[in-house]
């Protein structure tokens, strides 16, 4: 149990049996009555995001998420299987759980899961990573001049917009949040 005064960013909250992060916060004191926290929330398993106002000094329970920085190996049917490189302990977590990060996962990346009561709630890959073009139709030489883009897909299968410059082959800094192309690697 923490007070309303102990919240801040990233401190993860258990509110009417849901785990909800704290991602802002703002102690108000008004002219006029009592002192409040105002804040946004986002629900870790559904990503919902809503504004939640506390009193001051209002007792709220927190939950122990544990982040740790594991490596993905492989996948095993629906699931895929990260090693924490500290105990060489191997989870399986679910495809819902990783969701969109699916389509930047190579064998031996390094991610951030987050457990708590030992079941994985969601992975964090690194902003950018770098991946090779699977295949891509070639640009025409007159298109080069209108900065177009073209469909690209991946080693990992995702298909990605890219310039018309870009070959099979090419290794790619792609953006894991959105799927942007960031740039070539050399």
Same mark, same amino acid.
């Given at each position: 149990?923490?007070?309303?005064?102990?919240?801040?960013?990233?401190?993860?909250?258990?509110?009417?049996?849901?785990?909800?992060?704290?991602?802002?916060?703002?102690?108000?004191?008004?002219?006029?009555?009592?002192?409040?926290?105002?804040?946004? /929330?986002?629900?870790?398993?559904?990503?919902?995001? #809503?504004?939640?106002?506390?009193?001051?000094?209002?007792?709220?329970?927190?939950?122990?998420?544990?982040?740790?920085?594991?490596?993905?190996?492989?996948?095993?049917?629906?699931?895929?299987?990260?090693?924490?490189?500290?105990?060489?302990?191997?989870?399986?977590?679910?495809?819902?759980?990783?969701?969109?990060?699916?389509?930047?996962? /190579?064998?031996?990346?390094?991610?951030?899961?987050?457990?708590?009561?030992?079941?994985?709630?969601?992975?964090?890959?690194?902003?950018?990573?770098?991946?090779?073009?699977?295949?891509?139709?070639?640009? /025409?030489?007159?298109?080069?001049?209108?900065?177009?883009?073209?469909?690209?897909?991946?080693?990992?299968?995702?298909?990605?917009?890219?310039?018309?410059?870009?070959?099979?082959?090419?290794?790619?800094?792609?953006?894991?949040?959105?799927?942007?192309? /960031?740039?070539? #690697?050399?």
């Amino acid at each position: 149990m923490a007070t309303t005064n102990d919240l801040k960013n990233g401190i993860v909250l258990k509110l009417d049996g849901q785990l909800w992060t704290v991602t802002d916060f703002q102690h108000v004191k008004p002219g006029k009555g009592g002192a409040f926290v105002r804040t946004t /929330l986002k629900n870790v398993l559904s990503g919902k995001v #809503v504004d939640k106002t506390f009193n001051a000094g209002l007792k709220v329970e927190t939950a122990t998420v544990d982040k740790r920085n594991m490596t993905y190996l492989y996948k095993d049917g629906a699931d895929f299987v990260f090693m924490d490189g500290d105990t060489f302990d191997q989870i399986p977590v679910s495809e819902a759980t990783v969701g969109d990060a699916a389509n930047y996962l /190579l064998e031996n990346t390094e991610a951030m899961v987050a457990v708590h009561d030992g079941v994985p709630l969601f992975i964090e890959l690194p902003v950018s990573m770098e991946l090779v073009v699977a295949h891509t139709d070639p640009g /025409l030489q007159g298109d080069r001049s209108t900065g177009g883009t073209k469909p690209a897909t991946l080693e990992t299968g995702a298909e990605i917009q890219v310039p018309l410059f870009i070959t099979t082959g090419e290794k790619l800094k792609v953006d894991t949040r959105d799927g942007r192309y /960031l740039g070539r #690697v050399s």
